[in-house]
């Protein structure tokens, strides 16, 4: 197993570690007490409770009674509301309070601003906020950490900085660990990692330490963005400081390094957890199973799943996924069918992604009715199709050239208010312009735009392509020239493919004044490019026409792809000797 070497990951693994994975939970569990509870018999009837139609009942049953209970009985009630997440019912239902006249008190507030946070109308929290003294209450930490929550997640960075600026600076409350974590990972979730290592740095100098969980937090953006040295540094930081990592930290990290085929590090990085006694757990195994399987190394994967089998760590649902990717990326639609059926044999119940992963490997080995099945059959078991099975789907009907049950089954999606995203539509417009209908897919580029979805520069790469196969050049040119204008770059396939229609017609002048406008650009033609033209020219027999080329090509220390080796040494083979010709193939076609 790339020298892990399974004693040592049995040893890493000898008891079951908690973690925080999702560690950051709602701000104010803490505020309902046990010492508030109805009368025996109402309580008996809340814990039957369970649907949120119930609950509305009950709660709407009270708002009318008179007089009226505590304010602390509507808030149970609230809050196993919001446990649902159903935040704009609690909202709706504060409204009806404040009509009835029932009593509010700061639990109540505190619970509407969650709310009103996490479906990101923060306007509306700090409306909630200015309540809070008119009823005398003062805002508390939790109050001002919820704000934050609420900033971060309509994406208000600037406005969540500044506030917590205030926060420090005007001593408005004492920060406590979840405030810390929420500045720190809110920061990491709206991808500004290196703001947040600062400001874990700045509170290092602080009497505010923060604690494990937000290093953990750091240390997992920076893995995510890349930056493993910086990750390990602050591993050693932490430690330094006296905080312990967790199985959350090296499962972080092991990620990182697996993503990046620092396997030498990897191993040590589990060496350490054994060393400190930090047991291996299911998600870390994980990591492990999935960063094999998309190497290839599924035999190495299944290693890992016959340890953690020995060890009595139960596979989840994640592993067998990671398994039936790994079979499918190798072409061996068996092996991952079998294992897909052994699931239920071992008490995991297969998800949507087990069946979308398992229909995408037979669509791609063009075993569209077997996937088609599956598709069916994860409806019949209750599991919800989503965009990303959908869109699977779609293009393997599409790609078999069965387009009618293709635009059926995006019907379909749209009945079912399974909205499509911007690969959909992609795959739906590619399939219009590979059957000749080009003004179908631009009419649907345009209902794509009224969906909200915009178009994107593989979009318009797929129209040009079809454009140029549909012998429609110039308005491909056209189409290529309004690029900037929507505010896109062309890259180097568009290019490409303009270029090879320029030369097809015969516009070598033009192909060549593209391909200099292209580098202007800042987008380099590479061999494929060069390539491209040539092997078009020499279809034509301009064998002279692509000796500029040739000679370009070898400059940039590109080199003949196998297409173009072949006609050459055809050409070579059927003509005259011609020694200038000969001198520049030797140049660009590999070992001749």
């Given amino acids: 197993m790339r020298g892990f070497g399974i004693a040592m990951l049995c040893r890493a693994i000898t008891t079951e570690s908690c973690h925080e994975y999702g560690a950051f ?37 009270m708002v009318k009674m008179q007089p009226h209970y505590s304010a602390f009985k509507f808030d149970e009630l609230l809050q196993d509301i919001s446990s649902m997440k159903q935040y704009h019912v609690v909202l709706q239902l504060f409204d009806e309070m404040r009509q009835w006249g029932a009593p509010v008190n700061r639990y109540t507030l505190s619970i509407l601003l969650n709310c009103c946070c996490l479906l990101k109308r923060v306007d509306l929290g700090f409306a909630i906020f200015g309540s809070f003294f008119k009823h005398g209450y003062e805002p508390n930490v939790t109050t001002f950490t919820t704000l934050l929550q609420g900033l971060f997640l309509d994406g208000k960075v600037a406005d969540a900085e500044k506030l917590f600026n205030k926060l420090l600076a005007l001593k408005l409350c004492e920060p406590i660990d979840v405030t810390i974590l929420t500045g ?49 540094e602050l591993k050693s930081r932490m430690i330094d400081k006296g905080i312990s990592p967790t199985v959350v930290t090296y499962t972080s990290m092991v990620r990182g390094l697996c993503d990046f085929g620092r396997w030498k590090e990897v191993k040590g990085l589990l060496n350490e957890m054994v060393n400190h006694k ?18 290839g190394n599924v035999k190495e994967a299944r290693e890992v799943l016959e340890i953690m089998n020995q060890q009595n760590i139960c596979p989840d649902i994640v592993t067998y996924n990671a398994l039936i990717h790994g079979y499918c990326l190798q072409g061996k639609m ?87 995203n911007l690969s959909t539509c992609n795959i739906l417009l590619e399939g219009l312009c590979k059957t000749h209908q080009i003004a179908e897919a631009f009419s ?39 690029l900037p204008s929507k505010g896109l770059k062309p890259n180097i396939k568009i290019y490409a493919v303009i270029i090879r229609a320029l030369c097809e017609e015969g516009f070598v002048d033009e192909a060549k004044d593209l391909l200099i406008r292209m580098e202007r650009s800042g987008c380099a033609p590479d061999s494929m490019t060069y390539n491209t033209i040539i092997c078009c020219l020499l279809k034509k027999k301009e064998v002279y026409k692509a000796m500029p080329f040739l000679e370009e090509m070898h ?38």
């Fill in 278 to 295: 930090i047991s291996l757990d299911v998600v870390t195994l994980n990591v492990l199973v999935d960063a094999f399987c998309k190497e």
């Fill in 184 to 232: 720190i990972d809110g920061l990491r979730k709206n991808g500004h990692i290196l703001a947040a290592r600062d400001l874990l740095y700045l509170f290092d100098k602080t009497i505010y330490k923060p604690d494990v969980k937000a290093y953990n937090a750091v240390i997992n953006g920076l893995c995510k963005n890349g930056t493993l040295d910086d990750a390990l």
């Fill in 334 to 420: 068996d092996e991952a069918k079998e294992l897909f059926d052994s699931i239920m044999g071992n008490g995991v119940k297969p998800s949507i992604i087990s069946y979308g992963t398992l229909m995408n490997g037979y669509c791609k080995r063009g075993k569209v009715d077997e996937a088609l099945r599956l598709f069916l059959e994860a409806s019949s078991k209750g599991l919800e199709h989503t965009t990303v099975t959908y869109s699977i789907m779609i293009h393997g009907l599409l790609s078999e050239g069965r387009n009618a049950d293709g635009w059926k089954l995006y019907k379909d999606m749209e009945t079912r208010q399974v909205h499509p």
């Fill in 25 to 61: 939970t709602s701000s104010f569990s803490f505020f309902f007490h046990k010492n508030r509870s109805f009368s025996t018999v109402r309580r008996t009837y809340f814990t039957r409770i369970n649907e949120l139609d119930d609950t509305v009942s009950l709660f709407r049953d």
């Fill in 555 to 592: 400059k940039r220390e590109f080199s003949a792809d196998a297409s173009t080796s072949s006609m050459l040494i055809s050409y070579v083979q059927e003509s005259e000797e011609d020694d200038i010709l000969m001198e520049i193939i030797k140049k660009v076609v590999p070992k001749i």
């Fill in 444 to 482: 649907f580029l345009r209902a794509m735009e009224d969906k909200g979805v915009s178009p994107n520069i593989i979009s318009y790469g797929i129209l040009i392509n079809g454009l140029c196969k549909d012998g429609k050049l110039e308005e491909a040119k056209k189409l290529l020239n309004e």
